[in-house]
């Protein structure tokens, strides 16, 4: 083995050692104690929300399902077409993917050669892409089983129109209509990205609608099925917002028990550790 090929094995060596530090410190932060607790009242509000959805999901069930499915043959081609485009953009590998990248490209820019404010901002990026990911894929992942455990039948299966077909405990793709995987990604997605940048909130809402909408007109699922994926969406998201709140992980709790999002590094500060970042 030549010297040259001595010093590259002795650089990997390195550079994994370091990547592996990172990914160690990384997930050390997730495991400080929370510094707030629940509430009672918090508890109870819980509750009643949990209370509305489910007699809102009930309403939209009873009155709108079997109406909505019934009008979509008149829709216009080109509208049908449009949303049959569109409506893949709402899976979560879409925002997973990105950002699985990014997150593994950050261990391997975070080098103990830079400073520790550039090393802080790296982290402070990573917390947050940790965010984002955790609260996209866990309500997707957990309701992607629930749904074929509650079976509900998908529109126009079984050739009617018939929202109260079910065939619980199967695994059947036709008997996965409750709720729409589609809309828990994409309203997960609006929400979580919403929670850290507000001003998104706007553009990302009309998507996770949009997203929806298009579920529908495809016959792919009933209202009631992508309202139910939007609510447990919301509820996901918020769940993973109030665990990392209470370990001040991006976000944190006011007096009044509210969750806002922490400052994220300045744009001058991102630009040092850029300019750190490509230095010789």
Do not use: C
Not at 69 to 83: D, G, N, R, S, Y
Not at 118 to 133: C, D, Q, T
Not at 213 to 229: I, N, Q, W
């Amino acid at each position: 083995m030549s010297a040259g090929e001595g010093l590259l094995r002795e650089l990997d060596g390195r550079r994994i050692k370091s990547m592996r530090k990172n990914v160690s410190d990384y997930f050390s932060l997730f495991l400080r104690k929370p510094r707030a607790r629940t509430s009672l009242r918090s508890f109870a509000s819980l509750g009643m929300r949990v209370l509305a959805a489910i007699v809102a999901i009930a309403v939209t069930m009873v009155a709108l399902d079997a109406l909505a499915i019934a009008q979509v043959p008149a829709l216009p081609h080109w509208l049908v077409a449009a949303f049959r485009w569109f409506t893949d953009f709402g899976k979560s590998p879409w925002f997973l993917y990105p950002i699985g990248f990014m997150l593994v490209f950050l261990a391997m820019l975070a080098s103990p050669a830079l400073s520790s404010m550039s090393r802080g901002v790296l982290a402070a990026i990573a917390v947050r892409l940790g965010f984002l990911f955790v609260a996209i894929a866990l309500p997707g992942l957990v309701f992607t089983v629930v749904k074929r455990l509650i079976g509900r039948a998908r529109p126009l299966v079984g050739g009617s129109i018939d929202p109260y077909l079910y065939h619980p405990l199967g695994w059947d793709v036709e008997y996965a209509s409750l709720p729409s995987g589609h809309a828990v990604d994409a309203f997960a997605a609006a929400a979580a990205i919403g929670a850290l940048w507000p001003k998104t909130r706007p553009w990302m809402w009309t998507y996770a609608a949009a997203i929806a909408v298009s579920r529908v007109v495809l016959t792919a699922h009933f209202p009631s099925d992508v309202l139910a994926g939007a609510i447990v969406a919301l509820a996901g998201v918020g769940l993973v917002r109030a665990w990392f709140a209470s370990r001040r992980l991006a976000f944190a709790f006011d007096d009044d028990g509210r969750i806002h999002p922490l400052p994220g590094p300045s744009f001058s500060r991102l630009k040092r550790v850029a300019r750190a970042l490509v230095a010789p």
